[in-house]
């Protein structure tokens, strides 16, 4: 089925749909590629024991964590097992499902106002923050080295063309759509963790009526899953991207497309943090984990549901908490794994074998 590939607990988030409601979904589709089903499970519960680990939280809630969130995702595959593909493909869990799921007051309130703050985050919040009145036209505003203008020679020429082979991605009516606005400026922006060193730009458009609209141009390279899941099947690794992403997602944006430069790179576009809104694992007790792990759980197979047999897949977990358990000792032990692995990394800068750029407290 289709993998998101990089399934982890920050992955997951509050954005909106082209009809401006607000749902819960995995919203980070840079390696997806069809391929086992499990690895996106594993993925996420191990994310979980990091995550729990360095909230202080002990092994024993950790893995009750890890098993909730299998759990959720084998009892509400078994559900969409029983569904038709339609309804599969219809359903979704919308901030109001989420809030009323709350256990309790205390959980119920701090939802809401996670809620509330989302939909504050329109497509054209950030506009008021980024940019600024240059020579009588609004131009985005260098905040180096976080954006900053391109001034390569050639470079208005190479946004041009790209424009135009993104606008091809679009569906017909979308065109339309975008056709009513302008580039009015483009700018680099940085982008941070996995993606460090990849290409990124956000494009501000407004329509006749300068009404604005942020678009953020992102590269896409081959997916990490390609070596051990075979080549994808699309040359333009944008349209990879793309694609994955409408086949997990309940929804995705509506100038969700994909385009390429001279230089030969994919990029993948769509409007930049409408809506989106991740929730807060710093500091969260165990029993926030628990609820969390429960949402993932479910948000995954319905990804899953919509690409694949959940049948097949259902059948083979069963009935009893046996895949569960198994997913909670596996994620533990690869957990250990990874402290392992950061032990001798550091142990291999201190001895001089390996070279690091140290910030913050460790500097002194």
């Known amino acids: 089925m289709q993998a998101c590939g990089d399934c982890h607990l920050l992955n997951f988030g509050l954005f909106a749909t082209p009809e401006r409601n607000l749902i819960f979904d995995i919203n980070d589709f840079d390696e997806t590629l069809p391929a086992p089903w499990e690895w996106d499970v594993k993925r996420l519960a191990v994310s979980f024991v990091v995550a729990a680990r360095d909230n202080h939280l002990t092994d024993r809630q950790t893995k009750a964590a890890t098993v909730e969130c299998a759990r959720a995702y084998r009892v509400r595959l078994r559900e969409y097992s029983k569904m038709s593909p339609l309804e599969v493909w219809y359903d979704r869990l919308d901030a109001q499902t989420i809030v009323d799921m709350a256990p309790n007051a205390k959980i119920r309130k701090l939802r809401e106002e996670l809620v509330a703050k989302a939909q504050q985050r329109i497509g054209d919040y950030l506009y008021p923050k980024i940019s600024g009145e240059v020579g009588g036209r609004r131009r985005l505003i260098d905040q180096p080295p976080v954006l900053f203008h391109h001034s390569a020679k050639g470079f208005a020429t190479i946004v041009r063309d790209a424009l135009a082979a ?48 942020l678009l953020q141009f992102k590269e896409a390279g081959p997916s990490v899953l390609e070596p051990f899941a075979g080549k994808s099947l699309y040359e333009n690794n944008g349209q990879r991207v793309v694609t994955g992403q409408r086949l997990m997602q309940s929804a995705s944006d509506i100038f969700l497309g994909w385009t390429h430069a001279r230089t030969g790179r994919h990029f993948y576009v769509r409007q930049l943090r409408d809506m989106k809104m991740s929730a807060q694992i710093d500091g969260a007790s165990a029993a926030q984990f628990m609820l969390y792990a429960e949402l993932c759980g479910r948000t995954l197979a319905h990804a899953h ?46 001895a001089g074998r390996i070279k690091a750029v140290i910030k913050g407290p460790e500097a002194a």
């Open 305 to 350: 549901a919509k690409s694949g047999d959940a049948a097949t897949i259902s059948g083979y977990l069963g009935k009893s908490d046996a895949f569960d358990q198994a997913i909670g000792a596996f994620a533990l032990a690869y957990a250990d794994q990874n402290e392992k692995d950061h032990a001798a990394l550091v142990a291999a800068v201190k």
């Open 166 to 213: 993104y606008r091809t991605s679009l569906p017909d009516e979308r065109r339309v759509l975008f056709d009513r606005y302008r580039l009015e400026d483009i700018a680099v922006k940085a982008v941070g963790i996995g993606s460090v060193g990849t290409r990124c730009f956000v494009g501000l458009f407004f329509s006749a009526e300068n009404n604005p609209l």
